[in-house]
């Protein structure tokens, strides 16, 4: 009877960590963010209520997630802060004309959007976005570890002076903390 009870608990152990590893990783994954909602990427018009850069501030970027692009005669360039600021489309770091661009984030920092057609960009049609430096989980030190070395820069302006955008959207960072102690919890109950 010892050896049924084992069984049946082992059963509902793995069934358990299989379950928790599923959501973790639903938590964990990338998000795909469609650039100005139902908006689209296009040129504003004075009826729009919310710029792209207010819509980029109201959700939080990370490491692997994409923006999606969609529209119609245009395009997306990539561009450096001081074009950002002139809307300078002739030295883009990168440019997309497919009318149905998907852009992942490879790094954390600033990354500057314009539109690649004529008058669009000073018109409104630009977007910065802040991507989020990875969460660290640790345990707590005793004493202050020394602050990271700069990250490398990759084809962006990585100085955050200048947009700090609010914070709103998305799961807690601590989501898969979470579920990795419950893993853990559940581990040691039934061994």
Known sequence: MGSTSTVAAMNKFLFSALFLASAASIFASAFQFEVGDEMGWRKPTQKDRETYNEWAAQNRFHI???LHFN???DSVLVVSAADYETCNTSNPIAKFEDENTVYEFDRP???YFISGQPGHC?????????VMHPSQVS????APSP???PAEDS???SDDSGFLPKVSSGFPDS???YFVTAFAGLFWAFV
């Open 109 to 111: 920092g600033l990354f």
């Open 122 to 130: 000073k018109s409104g049609q630009r977007l910065i976005v802040r």
């Open 155 to 157: 084809g962006g302006d």
């Open 139 to 142: 345990a707590p030190e005793l």
């Open 64 to 66: 692997g997630d994409t």
């Open 71 to 73: 529209y119609a005669k």
């Open 175 to 177: 989501a898969v903390s």
């Open 147 to 149: 602050a990271p070395a």
